[in-house]
């Protein structure tokens, strides 16, 4: 039997077991008046989305999704003046964004062989999305030098990365597209990426570890033919999600209304599983 999330519930949740430590890890505290938050709220058994709203510290913004009983809880940028319901974020300076991450399994589905569904997680199914995570992560540090990466699991088929170095929140659109890009190529761009791409592609995705001696000559076609069937397992991020300055993105340790899952810190991408993430009803035991 479907378990349905009730008001009630979510209430309980935010005002005894939800914490914003997750998120001020992230985000830190320096101006957090001015950070723009989403939610989906349970009005008379109907949901509305609101948006555009900020909170002077945290314990407001906890007693507002406590008192309220949020279904979805959502962070954005920062801006200046903070947020506020009667004006859109448009019309307001912004003024920082950490750089995000969305991996999805229903990007996958074209080649996923479980045959169950779109909606369907499996163990079969689960390491392109965790092969994927661990790639981003590792060029994320390797090829440009980031080092406050912070993984969550999405609360449903995916995970969130969390770029949170300084330097990620001035980043324009054309900043992030382009290492989005590098990262999650087109399909005309995969027989031309370089040489240490594929290294680590090969090592993360076959356990393989390209040698000076496999590409000499003789190894080249076995490569090659490796390669060809690992291409349309690259990472495939919502790149509108990381060049979206003004996207939301769940706030950790709240939870997904689809599921009741609790969007959760992920140490070990490789060993991570959904079944590991708790939901909201075995917390409120």
């Not at 349905?4 to 979510?10: G, P």
């Not at 510290?57 to 906890?62: A, D, G, M, N, Y």
């Not at 981003?136 to 088929?157: A, M, V």
Request: hydrophobic share 40%; glycine share 4%; with cysteine.
């Amino acid at each position: 039997m479907k378990r349905i999330l009730t008001k009630e519930i979510l209430q309980k949740y935010y005002s005894s077991y939800f914490s914003l430590e997750p998120l001020i890890k992230v985000i830190g505290i320096s101006k957090f008046q001015n950070r723009e938050f989403g939610f989906l709220l349970i009005d008379n058994g109907n949901e509305r989305f609101i948006r555009n709203m900020s909170f002077k510290t945290p314990s407001e913004l906890v007693k507002f999704m406590a008192l309220t009983g949020v279904k979805g809880a959502y962070v954005g940028a920062m801006y200046d003046p903070p947020p506020r319901p009667s004006l859109s974020v448009t019309k307001l300076k912004w003024i920082g964004r950490e750089l995000i991450f969305d991996l999805d399994l229903t990007d996958y589905d074209d080649i996923r062989t479980c045959g169950k569904g779109k909606d369907h997680v499996c163990p079969k199914c689960w390491p392109l999305v965790a092969n994927a995570a661990m790639f981003l992560d590792e060029t994320l540090k390797d090829d440009f030098g980031f080092k406050k990466i912070y993984w969550f699991f999405s609360g449903r088929r995916g995970f969130h990365a969390w770029v949170a170095d300084d330097i990620t929140r001035t980043f324009d659109e054309e900043v992030r597209e382009a290492i989005v890009s590098y990262i999650s190529p087109e399909e005309h761009e995969k027989n031309v990426l370089p040489l240490a791409y594929q290294k680590r592609a090969l090592k993360i995705y076959t356990k393989t570890k390209l040698t000076d001696t496999m590409l000499r000559k003789q190894f080249k076609s076995e490569i090659e033919k490796i390669w060809s069937e690992l291409m349309n397992k690259l990472p495939r991020i919502d790149k509108k999600v990381t060049i979206d300055r003004v996207r939301l993105l769940r706030i950790p340790g709240s939870v997904h209304n689809a599921t009741g899952k609790i969007v959760t810190e992920v140490k070990d991408l490789e060993s991570f599983y959904p079944d590991d993430a708790p939901d909201i009803w075995s917390i409120m035991v």
